[in-house]
Protein backbone atom coordinates (compact mmCIF):
# COMPACT_ATOMS: atom_id res chain seq x y z
CA UNK A 1 0.00 0.00 0.00
CA UNK A 2 2.69 2.35 1.02
CA UNK A 3 6.58 2.06 -0.04
CA UNK A 4 7.96 -1.90 0.62
CA UNK A 5 10.00 -0.79 3.63
CA UNK A 6 7.08 1.13 5.76
CA UNK A 7 4.57 -1.78 4.77
CA UNK A 8 7.58 -4.11 5.89
CA UNK A 9 7.94 -2.48 9.19
CA UNK A 10 4.35 -2.02 9.99
CA UNK A 11 3.38 -6.01 9.62
CA UNK A 12 6.59 -6.37 12.24
CA UNK A 13 5.11 -4.19 14.54
CA UNK A 14 1.38 -5.75 14.53
CA UNK A 15 3.35 -9.49 15.06
CA UNK A 16 6.14 -7.62 17.88
CA UNK A 17 2.49 -6.35 19.59
CA UNK A 18 0.90 -9.99 19.13
CA UNK A 19 3.40 -11.54 21.20
CA UNK A 20 1.77 -10.26 24.28
CA UNK A 21 -0.65 -13.01 25.92
CA UNK A 22 -4.03 -12.90 24.47
CA UNK A 23 -6.80 -13.98 22.76
CA UNK A 24 -5.89 -15.28 19.28
CA UNK A 25 -8.87 -16.77 17.26
CA UNK A 26 -10.84 -17.84 20.88
CA UNK A 27 -7.89 -19.37 21.78
CA UNK A 28 -5.45 -18.23 24.59
CA UNK A 29 -1.67 -17.84 23.95
CA UNK A 30 0.60 -17.00 26.81
CA UNK A 31 3.17 -14.27 26.11
CA UNK A 32 5.64 -15.20 23.55
CA UNK A 33 8.20 -12.19 24.21
CA UNK A 34 9.72 -13.68 28.01
CA UNK A 35 13.49 -14.93 26.90
CA UNK A 36 16.23 -13.97 24.49
CA UNK A 37 15.28 -16.99 22.69
CA UNK A 38 12.03 -16.22 21.98
CA UNK A 39 13.16 -12.90 20.94
CA UNK A 40 15.91 -14.11 18.56
CA UNK A 41 12.70 -16.63 17.24
CA UNK A 42 10.72 -13.60 16.72
CA UNK A 43 13.86 -11.68 14.92
CA UNK A 44 14.75 -14.63 12.55
CA UNK A 45 10.77 -14.79 11.03
CA UNK A 46 11.65 -10.80 9.64
CA UNK A 47 11.95 -10.36 6.25
CA UNK A 48 15.74 -10.25 5.88
CA UNK A 49 15.64 -6.59 4.45
CA UNK A 50 13.97 -5.55 7.66
CA UNK A 51 17.91 -5.53 9.31
CA UNK A 52 16.65 -5.73 12.91
CA UNK A 53 20.43 -7.13 14.56
CA UNK A 54 19.50 -10.15 16.27
CA UNK A 55 23.62 -10.63 17.01
CA UNK A 56 23.04 -8.64 20.29
CA UNK A 57 19.97 -9.52 21.83
CA UNK A 58 20.41 -9.98 25.17
CA UNK A 59 17.89 -9.78 28.39
CA UNK A 60 18.77 -5.85 28.62
CA UNK A 61 17.73 -5.65 25.00
CA UNK A 62 14.54 -8.21 25.75
CA UNK A 63 13.69 -5.54 28.30
CA UNK A 64 13.62 -2.69 26.23
CA UNK A 65 11.84 -4.64 23.37
CA UNK A 66 9.28 -5.19 25.57
CA UNK A 67 9.08 -1.76 26.73
CA UNK A 68 8.67 -0.55 23.13
CA UNK A 69 6.31 -3.25 22.52
CA UNK A 70 3.86 -2.30 25.48
CA UNK A 71 4.13 1.49 23.82
CA UNK A 72 3.50 0.52 20.37
CA UNK A 73 0.32 -1.62 21.49
CA UNK A 74 -0.98 1.82 23.76
CA UNK A 75 -0.56 3.69 20.46
CA UNK A 76 -2.33 1.05 17.90
CA UNK A 77 -5.41 0.69 20.42
CA UNK A 78 -6.50 4.42 20.28
CA UNK A 79 -6.58 4.24 16.51
CA UNK A 80 -8.06 5.85 14.59
CA UNK A 81 -5.76 8.60 16.33
CA UNK A 82 -7.75 11.77 16.91
CA UNK A 83 -6.30 12.81 20.34
CA UNK A 84 -2.87 14.22 21.58
CA UNK A 85 -2.08 11.80 23.98
CA UNK A 86 -0.92 8.59 21.00
CA UNK A 87 0.90 11.34 19.05
CA UNK A 88 3.04 12.30 22.18
CA UNK A 89 3.74 8.87 22.90
CA UNK A 90 4.63 8.34 19.35
CA UNK A 91 6.99 11.54 19.69
CA UNK A 92 8.32 10.02 22.85
CA UNK A 93 9.80 7.14 20.93
CA UNK A 94 10.94 9.41 18.13
CA UNK A 95 12.90 11.47 20.33
CA UNK A 96 16.70 10.93 18.88
CA UNK A 97 15.38 9.26 15.56
CA UNK A 98 16.85 10.99 12.63
CA UNK A 99 16.20 10.30 9.08
CA UNK A 100 18.21 10.21 5.70
CA UNK A 101 17.25 9.78 2.23
CA UNK A 102 18.53 5.99 0.79
CA UNK A 103 17.80 3.56 -2.04
CA UNK A 104 14.37 1.75 -1.02
CA UNK A 105 13.59 -2.06 -1.77
CA UNK A 106 11.63 -1.00 -4.83
CA UNK A 107 14.22 0.91 -6.16
CA UNK A 108 12.89 4.57 -5.00
CA UNK A 109 14.38 6.51 -2.55
CA UNK A 110 12.50 6.89 0.91
CA UNK A 111 13.52 8.36 4.40
CA UNK A 112 15.05 5.99 6.06
CA UNK A 113 15.46 6.64 9.88
CA UNK A 114 18.80 6.90 11.86
CA UNK A 115 18.17 5.39 15.36
CA UNK A 116 19.62 6.60 18.38
CA UNK A 117 22.46 3.27 18.63
CA UNK A 118 23.08 0.55 16.89
CA UNK A 119 21.20 -1.43 20.24
CA UNK A 120 18.79 -3.67 18.79
CA UNK A 121 15.86 -2.12 20.84
CA UNK A 122 16.78 1.75 19.23
CA UNK A 123 17.02 0.03 15.43
CA UNK A 124 13.46 -1.54 16.17
CA UNK A 125 12.22 1.91 18.05
CA UNK A 126 13.49 3.97 14.98
CA UNK A 127 11.88 1.88 12.24
CA UNK A 128 8.39 1.20 14.05
CA UNK A 129 7.96 5.12 14.90
CA UNK A 130 9.02 6.15 11.67
CA UNK A 131 6.19 3.34 10.08
CA UNK A 132 3.76 4.81 12.62
CA UNK A 133 4.14 8.42 12.02
CA UNK A 134 3.95 7.77 8.45
CA UNK A 135 0.17 6.72 8.72
CA UNK A 136 -0.26 9.56 11.51
CA UNK A 137 1.07 12.19 9.03
CA UNK A 138 -0.98 10.67 6.01
CA UNK A 139 -4.17 10.36 8.01
CA UNK A 140 -4.38 6.72 8.15
CA UNK A 141 -4.66 5.26 11.45
CA UNK A 142 -7.55 3.66 10.70
CA UNK A 143 -5.51 0.87 9.24
CA UNK A 144 -4.45 0.27 12.59
CA UNK A 145 -6.80 -2.43 13.67
CA UNK A 146 -8.08 -4.86 16.28
CA UNK A 147 -9.36 -8.25 14.58
CA UNK A 148 -13.60 -8.42 14.29
CA UNK A 149 -13.58 -12.09 14.97
CA UNK A 150 -15.24 -13.13 18.17
CA UNK A 151 -12.82 -13.58 21.12
CA UNK A 152 -9.87 -12.59 19.51
CA UNK A 153 -7.84 -9.42 20.55
CA UNK A 154 -4.95 -9.84 18.07
CA UNK A 155 -3.98 -6.46 16.17
CA UNK A 156 -3.98 -6.01 12.52
CA UNK A 157 -2.57 -3.57 9.69
CA UNK A 158 -4.73 -3.25 6.87
CA UNK A 159 -2.92 -2.16 4.09
CA UNK A 160 -5.03 -3.30 1.49
CA UNK A 161 -6.35 -0.65 -1.10
CA UNK A 162 -10.19 -0.64 -0.35
CA UNK A 163 -9.32 -1.13 3.91
CA UNK A 164 -11.00 -4.31 3.63
CA UNK A 165 -9.54 -6.08 5.98
CA UNK A 166 -11.01 -7.24 9.22
CA UNK A 167 -9.62 -10.39 10.54
CA UNK A 168 -6.05 -11.40 11.66
CA UNK A 169 -4.08 -14.79 10.25
CA UNK A 170 -4.61 -16.71 13.65
CA UNK A 171 -6.51 -20.01 12.98
CA UNK A 172 -9.91 -19.04 11.58
CA UNK A 173 -11.50 -15.92 12.84
CA UNK A 174 -13.24 -14.77 9.21
CA UNK A 175 -14.20 -18.65 8.69
CA UNK A 176 -16.39 -18.67 12.12
CA UNK A 177 -17.94 -14.77 11.41
CA UNK A 178 -18.99 -15.83 7.82
CA UNK A 179 -20.59 -18.65 9.93
CA UNK A 180 -22.62 -17.44 12.44
CA UNK A 181 -23.71 -15.11 9.98
CA UNK A 182 -24.87 -17.70 7.97
CA UNK A 183 -26.47 -19.14 10.65
CA UNK A 184 -27.87 -15.82 12.17
CA UNK A 185 -29.82 -15.38 8.73
CA UNK A 186 -31.33 -18.89 8.34
CA UNK A 187 -32.53 -18.58 12.23
CA UNK A 188 -34.26 -15.02 11.13
CA UNK A 189 -35.69 -17.00 7.89
CA UNK A 190 -37.24 -19.79 10.00
CA UNK A 191 -38.74 -17.52 12.18
CA UNK A 192 -40.02 -15.05 9.60
CA UNK A 193 -43.95 -15.74 9.25
CA UNK A 194 -45.53 -17.48 6.45
CA UNK A 195 -47.13 -15.47 4.48
CA UNK A 196 -50.65 -16.85 5.68
CA UNK A 197 -49.72 -16.24 9.17
CA UNK A 198 -48.54 -13.10 8.11
CA UNK A 199 -52.06 -12.05 6.97
CA UNK A 200 -53.30 -13.95 9.86
CA UNK A 201 -51.49 -12.16 12.54
CA UNK A 202 -51.65 -8.82 10.93
CA UNK A 203 -52.44 -5.86 13.32
CA UNK A 204 -56.00 -4.43 13.86
CA UNK A 205 -57.41 -1.91 12.83
CA UNK A 206 -56.75 1.29 15.14
CA UNK A 207 -60.60 1.79 15.98
CA UNK A 208 -61.46 -1.30 17.08
CA UNK A 209 -64.75 -0.44 17.59
CA UNK A 210 -65.58 0.82 13.83
CA UNK A 211 -64.43 -2.82 12.59
CA UNK A 212 -67.89 -4.32 12.76
CA UNK A 213 -69.31 -1.03 10.48
CA UNK A 214 -66.73 -0.45 8.12
CA UNK A 215 -68.13 -1.37 4.78
CA UNK A 216 -64.90 -2.64 3.62
CA UNK A 217 -64.47 -5.20 6.55
CA UNK A 218 -68.06 -6.38 6.67
CA UNK A 219 -69.55 -9.55 4.76
CA UNK A 220 -72.81 -8.39 2.80
CA UNK A 221 -75.70 -10.66 3.51
CA UNK A 222 -77.54 -12.63 0.45
CA UNK A 223 -80.21 -9.72 0.87
CA UNK A 224 -77.76 -7.17 0.36
CA UNK A 225 -76.44 -8.73 -2.36
CA UNK A 226 -79.62 -9.07 -4.24
CA UNK A 227 -80.09 -5.31 -2.93
CA UNK A 228 -77.31 -4.37 -5.00
CA UNK A 229 -77.87 -5.85 -8.04
CA UNK A 230 -81.18 -4.67 -8.13
CA UNK A 231 -79.86 -1.21 -7.17
CA UNK A 232 -76.18 -0.73 -9.11
CA UNK A 233 -73.75 1.99 -7.88
CA UNK A 234 -71.50 2.05 -10.96
CA UNK A 235 -71.11 2.23 -14.48
CA UNK A 236 -70.55 -1.50 -14.97
CA UNK A 237 -72.92 -2.88 -12.86
CA UNK A 238 -75.85 -0.33 -14.56
CA UNK A 239 -74.70 -1.51 -17.84
CA UNK A 240 -74.63 -5.23 -16.72
CA UNK A 241 -78.33 -5.03 -15.17
CA UNK A 242 -79.38 -3.55 -18.32
CA UNK A 243 -77.97 -6.71 -20.58
CA UNK A 244 -79.75 -8.98 -18.09
CA UNK A 245 -82.81 -7.00 -18.31
CA UNK A 246 -82.82 -6.78 -22.29
CA UNK A 247 -82.07 -10.16 -22.76
CA UNK A 248 -85.19 -11.20 -20.44
CA UNK A 249 -87.05 -9.67 -22.39
CA UNK A 250 -85.96 -11.08 -25.80
CA UNK A 251 -86.65 -14.43 -23.91
CA UNK A 252 -90.03 -13.19 -22.58
CA UNK A 253 -91.11 -12.55 -26.37
CA UNK A 254 -89.61 -15.52 -27.31
CA UNK A 255 -91.82 -17.79 -25.84
CA UNK A 256 -94.86 -15.90 -26.27
CA UNK A 257 -94.38 -16.20 -30.02
CA UNK A 258 -94.20 -19.49 -29.60
CA UNK A 259 -96.99 -19.95 -27.52
CA UNK A 260 -99.08 -18.20 -30.32
CA UNK A 261 -98.14 -20.59 -32.96
CA UNK A 262 -99.13 -23.54 -30.62
CA UNK A 263 -102.59 -21.83 -30.02
CA UNK A 264 -103.34 -21.27 -33.85
CA UNK A 265 -101.98 -25.06 -34.69
CA UNK A 266 -104.56 -26.41 -32.39
CA UNK A 267 -107.42 -24.17 -33.51
CA UNK A 268 -106.81 -25.68 -36.97
CA UNK A 269 -106.60 -28.94 -36.00
CA UNK A 270 -110.09 -28.81 -34.59
Not at 97 to 102: A, E, P, Q, T
Not at 161 to 168: E, Y
Not at 252 to 264: A, P
Request: hydrophobic residues 35%; proline residues 5%; aromatic residues 2%.
Amino acid sequence: MFDVDTDRTLVAAADLVNTTAGLRSATHSPDQLTTVAQLKEYLNQRDAEIRWPSSNADRAQLSSVVELRDKVREIWGAAPIETEAPVELLNQLLRGVGLKVSRSSDGGHRAEPVPASTDLADVMTASIATAIQHLVVRDETARMRTCKGESCDAIIIDLTRNRSRLFCDFGNCANRAHVRAYRARQAAHRKAPSPRQATATRPAHPAEADLATDPRLVKPSAAEKAAQIQEPTSQSATAAKEFRERMRDELMEKRNKKSGKKSKKGKKKK
